[in-house]
């Protein structure tokens, strides 16, 4: 089984600062990790996903993400932020195998985009 | 296209009434799954079709739920009796050959009170 911590419940910050979002997650296999964007009144929009290859990911609206296999993390980050970032953000995992269609999804992070 | 729809968008009702939320999926994906979002417990995965058979309901809280999809157009979820506890936001996903890429497209969810 898998599990998400996102660190953070809230992050305000003002706009055009550089921001983070930190996630690290707990699995016994190898691991899809995936960010997810929720903006006010609607469903979810994936981010970013890493399935292999770099671990540095590139994902819509400027985002980016590392992940870290020795420290378990997958933290989100974006240089500049807008108003417009002002959403909550998952991070989610899935394993790599079989059952990669359950995807584990964390509490959620706030982003508050201050002008 | 017209992305995922659900219905209702918000409903309210009574404990011990019977609740049915709907949901139709992007047209040609494979894979629908029924999620509920709640502050404690966060978004959990309640059910999982493939080509409408369901393949994992391991998360279905109860004998009170239950969830169909007939065809590959439309699934349903539904609660009977209803409970306070019931209380959240149901989203239904859809996505092409599973969710092991992460992409998942999330309707805009169905806000439930039950009073």
Not at chain 1, 41 to 47: A, H
Not at chain 2, 54 to 62: A, K, Y
Not at chain 2, 72 to 84: G, R, Y
Request: aromatic share 12%; proline share 5%; with cysteine.
């Amino acid at each position: 089984a898998q599990s998400v911590t996102q660190l953070d419940s809230q992050v305000p910050v003002f706009e055009e600062a550089p921001v983070e979002l930190r996630c690290n997650y707990s699995s016994s296999v190898s691991v899809y990790l995936f960010w997810y964007v929720q903006y006010p009144n609607q469903g979810l929009q994936l981010l970013l996903k890493y399935l292999s290859g770099s671990t540095l990911v590139k994902g819509i609206n400027g985002f980016e993400a590392e992940f870290n296999k020795s420290q378990t993390s997958f933290h989100l980050r974006k240089p500049s932020v807008h108003i417009s970032d002002t959403a909550e953000y998952f991070c989610a995992v899935s394993d790599s195998g079989g059952s990669n269609y359950k995807l584990t999804f964390g509490k959620g992070t706030l982003l508050t985009v201050n002008p | 296209d017209a992305g995922v729809i659900q219905s209702p968008r918000h409903e309210v009702t009574e404990m011990g009434q019977e609740v049915t939320l709907r949901c139709k999926p992007i047209s040609g994906h494979n894979s629908l799954f029924w999620y509920r979002q709640t502050m404690m417990r966060g978004l959990e995965l309640l059910i999982y079709f493939n080509n409408n058979v369901p393949i994992d309901d391991s998360g279905m809280p109860e004998d009170r739920f239950s969830a169909k999809m007939p065809n590959a157009s439309f699934s349903t979820l539904k609660i009977q009796p209803s409970e306070p506890r019931d209380s959240a936001v149901y989203f239904c996903a859809s996505s092409l050959y599973g969710a092991g890429e992460g992409k998942l497209f999330f309707g805009s969810g169905t806000q439930l009170s039950v009073l």
